[in-house]
């Protein structure tokens, strides 16, 4: 059963219009897919490029993403021992003063000496 076309005599039929589009695209694979030896050449070249855009990429990414800021905060780094070690250096001099008058509070003769100065400096002052 073909239908003809409406009002133009010269044009095909519908149904001979689409078995002839049918039967051109099961002849040529070429035109509405690339050929398997394409594709499998294409994975393969992938493939072994793969490990060079992996180094390329994990090189990138250390360079712009991880190298700066490890440099910017080893020198923040730095300049904080400075000020870190300046800081421990007043407090390990205010932890050996305190430690020597510990020292000096525990020996008899000074406790003496300190008793007989404020019995001398009250009945001096009364």
Known sequence: MMRESHG???SPPLDAACADASSASA???AVSAPPRRFVRH?????????PVFAALAL???VAFL???PAISEAR????ASDVLAARWQKDQQHYDAYELQL???EDPIFRERQRRL????GSAGG
Request: charged share 20%; no cysteine.
């Open 8 to 10: 133009d005599p010269a």
């Open 27 to 29: 002849h040529s694979p």
């Open 66 to 68: 991880g190298l700066r």
């Open 103 to 105: 020292q000096a509070r």
């Open 118 to 121: 404020r019995l001398a400096t």
């Open 42 to 50: 294409l994975a393969a070249r992938i493939v072994y490029w793969t």
């Open 59 to 61: 090189f990138a990414q």
């Open 76 to 79: 923040r780094l730095a300049d």
